[in-house]
């Protein structure tokens, strides 16, 4: 899986500093895949990290090989 960054996610990045690609990585294999609400072609994937214990959202697409991220937040 390669991982991708939008600009959106560059910005948010430095304020989120302990989501790296790796955490991001284990929260979309391990979550289903949910369609977005308001953007087509968007995917959200939620899942619990296990060595932190909190809840990650990801919201991504999925491109030819390539999953661009969009943006990323703990849910607790």
């Known amino acids: 899986m390669r991982?991708?960054?939008?600009?959106?996610?560059?910005?948010?990045?430095?304020?989120?500093?302990e989501i790296t690609d790796d955490v991001i990585e284990l929260c979309i294999k391990n979550s289903?895949?949910?369609k977005d609400r308001k953007w087509?072609?968007?995917f959200n994937a939620?899942?619990?990290?296990?060595?932190?214990g909190r809840i990650l959202k990801v919201v991504y697409r999925e491109?030819?090989?390539?999953?661009?991220?969009?943006?990323?937040?703990w849910l607790d």
Request: hydrophobic share 35%.
């Open 3 to 17: 991982i991708e960054h939008t600009f959106h996610w560059k910005k948010q990045k430095v304020y989120r500093q």
């Open 32 to 34: 289903d895949k949910l």
């Open 40 to 42: 087509e072609n968007t």
């Open 63 to 73: 491109e030819s090989k390539t999953i661009k991220i969009l943006t990323a937040y």
């Open 46 to 52: 939620i899942a619990r990290i296990p060595p932190l």
